[in-house]
Nanobody, 122 residues
Framework: VQLVESGGNLVQPGGSLRLSCACS????????MGWFRQAPGKEREGVAS???????RYADSVKGRFTISKDNTANTVYLQMNSLKPEDTAMYYC?????????????????WGRGTQVTVSA
């Protein structure tokens, strides 16, 4: 299984980015997926999740600003991030194969990408 994130960048506050996670080696359309982030000195936190059928869940800190989506034909999951804030600065990770429990808890996913850096700064 391989997950490859892309789309991270330096962006000004209020700006937007779209992260992508290309997946291979797993039954993508049967796998719950998630986006997580980790800032220096902080624990990895759940940002958004999407179930096999497409239901989504978001952390309170990103509700109304971030949108998770997936394209089963392209085996890719996306995270559209709008109205970015400096506190959104972190390494963003894609996770696959949800195993049960809280969908925004990192321990409940089996596979991980290496991450893509998002920096929000003026």
């Amino acid at each position: 299984v391989q997950l490859v994130e892309s789309g991270g960048n330096l962006v000004q506050p209020g700006g937007s980015l779209r992260l992508s996670c290309a997946c291979s080696g797993l039954a993508f359309d049967e796998s719950g997926m998630g986006w997580f982030r980790q800032a220096p000195g902080k624990e990895r936190e759940g940002v958004a999740s999407i179930e096999r059928a497409g239901s989504t869940r978001y952390a309170d800190s990103v509700k109304g600003r971030f949108t998770i989506s997936k394209d089963n034909t392209a085996n890719t999951v996306y995270l559209q991030m709008n109205s970015l804030k400096p506190e959104d600065t972190a390494m963003y990770y894609c996770a696959a194969r949800y195993t049960g429990g809280d969908r925004l808890r990192w321990a409940n996913y089996k596979y991980w990408g290496r991450g893509t850096q998002v920096t929000v700064s003026a």
